[in-house]
């Protein structure tokens, strides 16, 4: 059985479930990416076409969209719609789904989890599917009791004993788990017709490859403009976030907003490292149109009215001049890219 593994940094720590299963012998390949969530997953099904490639697919963004919710950086709404994409190209090609809930200890500790619509949005979601899924919190809390919290190594990644008793439960799991089928009668729509549109069609691109991507980007230094074929909704940018990342505007004939690339992660920020990153719109929304404008502008030309700001961002004050390393774009309404210029 041939499985692939798309989630968050759980998926990829050196002592990972997805390491252990390699060590043992399973077929697996990982397709996930640190500090991103349910999105970027959907972004990588599409991009490496997993759901035609591997029986079986471990989906663990439960942890990354709870958190990104909390920090007002994530849509109940979007990650509804991401994973009823997911979860209906699983049923098409008939590929087997299990979701994995880790929760972020300190938010699970002070019952934050209660009341938050995510945290509903998954549980129900999950059984209106009857999706196979092993609940983190409710394995360690049935073996070790209130010491559940010392299989963390920090907030939100499991220790290598959490991940040792995580792994046995999967091979179990991996016996048992079934391509997910609708069981309720809820109407579930996802996005309308989405498209994954490479930047690497319309301009000569640089190749970045480490032990966990291998991509082709575009470095924007001023602005490019795009024009599609029809009105479409720019749901995310993937790009190459590093110490050069910084504060883009995106506008339309509709409207404008700004945003900050540079994450607040020490990958990023100390060790001078890159890593593949996404541009969403959360408190400010690009309305639909034909056409787009991707503009870098310095901290001084924020206008807070339009400004979508993140709390994982780090905020440079300074007037260095930025760039944006666009890798793709996430559009519906099938839209093509007619003509894009500098």
Same mark, same amino acid.
């Given at each position: 059985?041939?499985?692939?593994?798309?989630?968050?940094?759980?998926?990829?720590?050196?002592?990972? $479930?997805? #390491?252990?299963?390699?060590?043992?012998?399973?077929?697996?390949?990982?397709?996930?990416?640190?500090?991103?969530?349910?999105?970027?997953?959907?972004?990588?099904?599409?991009?490496?076409?997993?759901?035609?490639? %591997?029986?079986?697919?471990? $989906?663990?963004?439960?942890?990354?969209? #709870?958190?990104?919710? !909390?920090?007002?950086?994530?849509?109940?709404?979007?990650? /509804?719609?991401?994973? +009823?994409?997911?979860?209906?190209?699983?049923?098409?090609?008939?590929?087997?789904?299990?979701?994995?809930?880790?929760?972020?200890?300190?938010?699970?500790?002070?019952?934050?989890?209660?009341?938050?619509?995510?945290?509903?949005?998954?549980?129900?979601?999950? *059984?209106?599917?009857?999706?196979?899924?092993?609940?983190?919190?409710? @394995?360690?809390?049935?073996?070790?009791?209130?010491?559940?919290?010392?299989?963390?190594?920090?907030?939100?990644?499991?220790?290598?004993?959490?991940?040792?008793?995580? $792994?046995?439960?999967?091979?179990?799991?991996?016996?048992?788990?079934?391509?997910?089928?609708?069981?309720?009668?809820?109407? %579930?729509?996802? !996005?309308?017709?989405? *498209?994954?549109?490479?930047?690497?069609? $319309?301009? #000569?691109?640089?190749?970045?490859?480490?032990? @966990?991507?291998?991509?082709?980007? !575009?470095?924007?230094?001023?602005?490019?403009?795009?024009?599609?074929? *029809?009105?479409?909704? +720019?749901?995310?940018? /993937?790009?190459?976030?590093?110490?050069?990342?910084?504060?883009?505007?995106?506008?339309?004939?509709?409207?404008?907003?700004?945003?900050?690339?540079?994450?607040?992660?020490? !990958?990023?920020?100390?060790? *001078?490292?890159?890593?593949?990153?996404?541009?969403?719109?959360?408190?400010?929304?690009? /309305?639909?149109?034909?056409?787009?404008?991707?503009?870098?502008?310095?901290?001084?030309?924020?206008?807070?009215?339009?400004?979508?700001? /993140?709390?994982?961002?780090?905020?440079?004050?300074?007037?260095?001049?930025?760039?944006?390393?666009?890798?793709?774009?996430?559009?519906?309404?099938?839209?093509?890219?007619?003509?894009?210029?500098?």
């Amino acid at each position: 059985m041939s499985i692939a593994n798309i989630g968050g940094s759980n998926s990829v720590l050196n002592h990972s $479930y997805t #390491n252990k299963l390699k060590q043992n012998d399973y077929n697996i390949k990982n397709y996930g990416i640190g500090a991103t969530n349910s999105i970027y997953g959907l972004i990588q099904l599409i991009k490496h076409d997993i759901i035609n490639k %591997y029986d079986l697919i471990i $989906y663990e963004y439960f942890v990354n969209d #709870n958190n990104h919710f !909390f920090q007002n950086i994530n849509d109940v709404d979007r990650v /509804e719609k991401t994973l +009823i994409e997911i979860t209906n190209m699983c049923i098409i090609s008939n590929t087997k789904l299990l979701f994995i809930y880790i929760y972020n200890k300190d938010d699970k500790i002070t019952n934050r989890y209660l009341n938050s619509p995510m945290y509903s949005l998954y549980k129900n979601f999950s *059984k209106n599917y009857n999706i196979t899924t092993i609940d983190t919190f409710e @394995l360690l809390h049935s073996k070790f009791q209130e010491k559940w919290v010392n299989y963390y190594q920090d907030r939100t990644h499991l220790s290598d004993k959490g991940m040792n008793v995580l $792994y046995t439960e999967i091979k179990d799991k991996l016996k048992i788990t079934t391509v997910p089928r609708v069981i309720s009668d809820n109407n %579930y729509n996802g !996005f309308n017709l989405l *498209k994954l549109i490479p930047i690497s069609k $319309y301009y #000569n691109t640089v190749n970045y490859t480490n032990s @966990l991507i291998n991509i082709d980007y !575009f470095e924007i230094l001023d602005e490019i403009k795009i024009k599609f074929n *029809k009105k479409t909704t +720019i749901l995310a940018m /993937e790009y190459l976030c590093d110490i050069d990342s910084g504060y883009i505007q995106l506008s339309n004939s509709k409207n404008t907003i700004q945003k900050n690339l540079l994450k607040n992660e020490n !990958f990023v920020l100390k060790k *001078k490292k890159k890593m593949a990153s996404l541009i969403t719109m959360n408190k400010k929304v690009l /309305e639909d149109d034909n056409y787009l404008v991707i503009k870098n502008i310095k901290y001084i030309e924020i206008d807070n009215n339009i400004y979508d700001k /993140e709390r994982i961002t780090y905020e440079n004050k300074t007037n260095k001049t930025t760039s944006l390393k666009i890798i793709s774009i996430l559009v519906t309404n099938n839209a093509n890219i007619i003509n894009i210029s500098k």
